[in-house]
Nanobody, 127 residues
Framework: EVQLVESGGGLAQPGESLRLSCSGS????????IGWFRQAPGKEREALSC????????YYPRSVAGRFSISSDNAKNTVYLQMNRLNHEDAGVYYC????????????????????WGQGIQVTVSS
């Protein structure tokens, strides 16, 4: 059974950093992609990043590009989202999700949809 658990959220002041962790079980990062998403009150869910493709930099939206970065510790089956220079617009519930990587020939891509989701973790940015 695939399970995902987010951790590392909490309160940060504007300009500070947080690192979120997504610890997975029931799969390996060799086969699965991990996506990070967030949802602020009254807003649609926003895709932030994806681990598991050939070009992970292509998945950052403009709102976080240059401030957020994704990384992994495959031995721990954990994917991290480093969030720097946080601002009030970064507040919300952050989710990680997992699904099989999309392969095309020898290339890997992140899936458009994810089947497995974590429970979410709150990030608050306030002075």
């Amino acid at each position: 059974e695939v399970q995902l658990v987010e951790s590392g959220g909490g309160l940060a002041q504007p300009g500070e950093s947080l690192r979120l962790s997504c610890s997975g079980s029931g799969f390996t990062l060799d086969d699965y992609a991990i996506g990070w998403f967030r949802q602020a009150p009254g807003k649609e869910r926003e895709a932030l990043s994806c681990f598991g493709s050939d070009d992970e930099s292509s998945y950052y939206p403009r709102s976080v590009a240059g401030r957020f970065s994704i990384s992994s510790d495959n031995a721990k089956n954990t994917v991290y989202l480093q969030m720097n220079r946080l601002n009030h617009e970064d507040a919300g519930v952050y989710y990680c999700a997992a699904d099989l990587r999309v392969t095309y020939g020898s290339h890997y891509f992140c899936p458009r949809e994810y089947y497995y989701w974590g429970q979410g973790i709150q990030v608050t940015v306030s002075s």
